[in-house]
């Protein structure tokens, strides 16, 4: 079986699959037109979020048998369309579970203690201790929407801790022993923090929205380590100056390229770093200009998963699931 690989990855994927009598081939550069026009000759692809896996590439690639994605979502992926034709799709949630829910726990604790706010300050000569009193995670009552993977992981960090972890999901009977599945009704009623861990699908697209936050009871804290395009930002950003939401750790957001590689246009960010950087700002949503100036939101670049040893851990796993289903 010939596999095409379109994204770097961690060198054992490669070198365990040629041990396992695969022919293993590299693209990293061709246009999506080029690599469709070649697609037929391969029976596998294994890619990260390069480009969109659409119905015209699928009729394209005829010999073609597995996707695997090097990643936890497959949203990039006509699943339907490629199902039908009865292509296997390999993802990879296992590989990165265990950082996401570092990532998340991180966020919660550093937004909690103001930490980017007291280093920003320090770093200019500010010492304010009352400023940056924090506030402690014990006795709060932690909300997760989604409980496969991500959630679970998170969880998991969660029960040195004393407090609650409720969790909502459209599938029944996913609790265990550090979530109790509830109903939506019971979730807005008293979670103190929303955190997501769902995939991008219909359902989920612009979940959090001013509806759904006015929905909560409490004011509450928002983490996001899942698909930027499941909050509205400019909700999001209302919720921000009328106190409803206290804070939002954001390793995703609704601006997010396909490939989740970059954010808006590329030289509008370079020009971020340049003496044109306040021009370049102001050509951004507006309520991207809020979130990167509130000193109650912490950003980072969808690198939840993206760890030194999630890398090896996503790699090993696409390799064991294509081992399983064709060795």
């Excluded at 506030?135 to 040195?160: P, S």
């Excluded at 609704?254 to 050509?283: D, G, M, Q």
Aim: proline share 2%; aromatic share 8%.
């Amino acid at each position: 079986m010939k596999i095409l690989h379109l994204d770097t990855n961690h060198e054992l994927l490669i070198n365990q699959l040629n041990d396992l009598g695969f022919t293993n081939h590299e693209d990293y550069a061709s246009s999506k037109e080029t690599i469709q026009a070649k697609i037929k000759d391969y029976d596998g692809i294994i890619l990260r979020s390069r480009f969109t896996i659409d119905k015209q590439f699928l009729d394209a690639a005829k010999n073609l048998k597995f996707i695997g994605r090097v990643g936890a979502g497959l949203e990039n992926i006509d699943c339907n369309y490629a199902e039908q034709k009865g292509i296997y799709l390999i993802s990879a949630p296992e590989g990165n579970r265990n950082a996401v829910g570092e990532h998340a726990l991180g966020m919660l604790l550093s937004l909690f203690n103001k930490l980017n706010k007291a280093d920003a300050e320090v770093r200019k000569g500010n010492w304010l201790r009352e400023d940056n009193r924090g506030i402690e995670l014990d006795g709060k009552t932690i909300g997760l929407i989604g409980y496969g993977n991500m959630g679970k992981a998170f969880a998991k960090k969660l029960r040195g801790f004393d407090v609650a972890v409720l969790c909502y999901d459209i599938k029944d009977n996913v609790e265990d022993e550090n979530a109790k599945q509830v109903s939506l009704k019971t979730f807005q009623e008293k979670v103190d923090v929303v955190s997501l861990h769902t995939p991008q699908t219909p359902l989920t697209l612009n979940m959090i929205n001013t509806a759904f936050i006015n929905q909560v009871k409490k004011p509450f804290w928002l983490i996001n380590t899942a698909r930027g395009k499941s909050v509205v930002t400019a909700d999001l950003v209302s919720a921000l100056k009328s106190g409803k939401i206290l804070g939002a750790g954001l390793d995703v957001l609704e601006y997010e390229k396909a490939s989740f590689e970059n954010l808006f246009k590329p030289s509008i960010v370079n020009e971020c770093h340049t003496e044109r950087s306040r021009s370049a700002i102001e050509n951004l949503p507006e309520a991207f200009q809020y979130l990167i100036k509130a000193e109650n939101v912490l950003l980072s670049p969808h690198v939840a998963g993206w760890t030194i040893e999630s890398k090896k851990k996503l790699a090993q796993t696409i390799v064991d699931k294509i081992k399983a289903k064709f060795c």
